[in-house]
């Protein structure tokens, strides 16, 4: 079970709960998968995927590697076909959709990829204006705004005339983003948006998924660290195996018993000490301080019941 503790109340500056996560969530579906399979050639991965998601949620996948995260996230942007079952958009089939309505309902970051290295990134973003072209296929003062607006939100104005080829992988992430937030849609799909970023730039563009989220747009984003999902997400989807293992709110799911049937490892859950947040972390380690800790365990426990009486995983060190 996870543990109480005294903590302070989330204060109103604490991140990911800048609004309360019903605040514009609610209406029909901007994203719906029914009964979704798919897979490569002969090996399958996802197995009946159903779930909904809304403006105003921002929902976080978890899973270990290889549990078909990103194969959803390729399944519900259109790149990969569905073997069966269907995704909508705005209630609309994703496969009757053509590449540029998809667009304007639906922004992707992709995990990797390969990209124009002789494009700038000020060029790369601007791509993010193709669904509005007019029909004279050139680029206006709106879509240089909307270009400019995405640059300045990810703190990458001064990336914008240099070549993708110089970027560091960081780097390449913001402009990915920027690119995306130029294309103005009400739904965000990311795939490890975090990889590659030092912790002050990604908690500048995590506020900044929230700041979108709570404005009423829908955030749908693979996450390999469940601590940074538990502070920003509205509500959590595991995947393992490719099926579907659970489904809801922070609250309700990020426990101890979940969480550790979802990555094969004891974890304990507890509050942040600032936040109140649930956080996880490794029940079991062996790294060369793990004796160090073990030590301490074991004093606490020691001094809590010196007759041996309680449970020796009960202390830890503070």
Same mark, same amino acid.
Request: proline share 8%.
């Given at each position: 079970?996870?543990?109480?503790?005294? /903590?302070?109340?989330?204060?109103?500056?604490?991140?990911?709960?800048?609004?309360?996560?019903?605040? $514009?969530?609610?209406?029909?579906?901007?994203?719906?998968?029914?009964?979704?399979?798919?897979?490569?050639?002969?090996?399958?991965?996802?197995?009946?995927?159903?779930?909904?998601?809304?403006?105003?949620?921002?929902?976080?996948?978890?899973?270990?590697?290889?549990?078909?995260?990103?194969?959803?996230?390729?399944?519900?942007?259109?790149?990969?076909?569905?073997?069966?079952?269907?995704?909508?958009?705005?209630? #609309?089939?994703?496969?009757?959709?053509?590449?540029?309505?998809?667009?304007?309902?639906?922004?992707?970051?992709?995990?990797?990829?390969?990209?124009?290295?002789?494009?700038?990134? #000020?060029?790369?973003?601007?791509?993010?204006?193709?669904? $509005?072209?007019?029909?004279?296929?050139?680029?206006?003062?709106?879509?240089?705004?909307?270009?400019?607006?995405?640059?300045?939100?990810?703190?990458?104005?001064?990336?914008?005339?240099?070549?993708?080829?110089?970027?560091?992988?960081?780097?390449?992430?913001?402009?990915?983003?920027?690119?995306?937030?130029?294309?103005?849609?009400?739904?965000?799909?990311?795939?490890?948006?975090?990889?590659?970023?030092?912790?002050?730039?990604?908690?500048?563009?995590?506020?900044?998924?929230?700041?979108? #989220?709570?404005?009423?747009?829908?955030?749908?984003?693979?996450? $390999?660290?469940?601590?940074?999902?538990? /502070?920003?997400?509205? #509500?959590?989807?595991?995947?393992?195996?490719?099926?579907?293992?659970?489904?809801?709110?922070?609250?309700?799911?990020?426990?101890?018993?979940?969480?550790?049937?979802?990555?094969?490892?004891?974890?304990?859950?507890?509050? $942040?000490?600032?936040?109140?947040?649930?956080?996880?972390?490794?029940?079991?380690?062996?790294?060369?301080?793990?004796?160090?800790?073990?030590?301490?365990?074991?004093?606490?426990?020691?001094?809590?019941?010196?007759?041996?009486?309680?449970?020796?995983?009960?202390?830890?060190?503070?």
């Amino acid at each position: 079970m996870t543990r109480p503790l005294p /903590v302070q109340p989330a204060p109103p500056h604490a991140p990911g709960r800048e609004a309360s996560p019903a605040a $514009h969530a609610g209406g029909p579906p901007i994203l719906e998968a029914r009964a979704l399979c798919a897979g490569y050639r002969e090996r399958p991965v996802l197995q009946d995927i159903c779930f909904t998601a809304r403006r105003g949620e921002c929902v976080a996948l978890l899973g270990p590697n290889g549990s078909g995260k990103t194969t959803l996230l390729r399944c519900l942007s259109g790149v990969l076909p569905a073997g069966a079952g269907n995704v909508f958009l705005q209630g #609309r089939p994703l496969a009757g959709l053509k590449p540029r309505q998809r667009a304007r309902l639906a922004a992707v970051v992709p995990q990797g990829g390969r990209f124009p290295q002789e494009l700038t990134a #000020r060029q790369m973003v601007l791509l993010g204006r193709y669904p $509005h072209l007019s029909w004279l296929g050139s680029y206006g003062r709106r879509d240089h705004e909307a270009v400019d607006a995405a640059l300045a939100a990810c703190e990458a104005e001064l990336l914008a005339p240099r070549r993708l080829a110089e970027l560091s992988g960081g780097e390449l992430q913001r402009v990915l983003l920027a690119r995306a937030l130029a294309q103005e849609s009400p739904l965000l799909l990311l795939d490890e948006l975090a990889a590659g970023l030092d912790m002050a730039r990604m908690v500048g563009l995590f506020d900044l998924l929230e700041r979108r #989220r709570a404005a009423g747009a829908c955030v749908l984003m693979a996450v $390999h660290d469940c601590n940074l999902a538990a /502070v920003y997400a509205t #509500r959590l989807l595991g995947l393992k195996a490719g099926r579907l293992f659970f489904d809801g709110p922070v609250d309700a799911v990020f426990t101890e018993e979940k969480l550790s049937a979802l990555y094969d490892i004891p974890v304990d859950v507890l509050p $942040h000490p600032r936040w109140g947040l649930p956080q996880a972390l490794l029940a079991r380690a062996r790294g060369p301080r793990s004796s160090l800790a073990d030590s301490c365990n074991g004093a606490a426990s020691f001094a809590a019941d010196p007759d041996g009486a309680s449970d020796p995983g009960s202390g830890f060190c503070r």
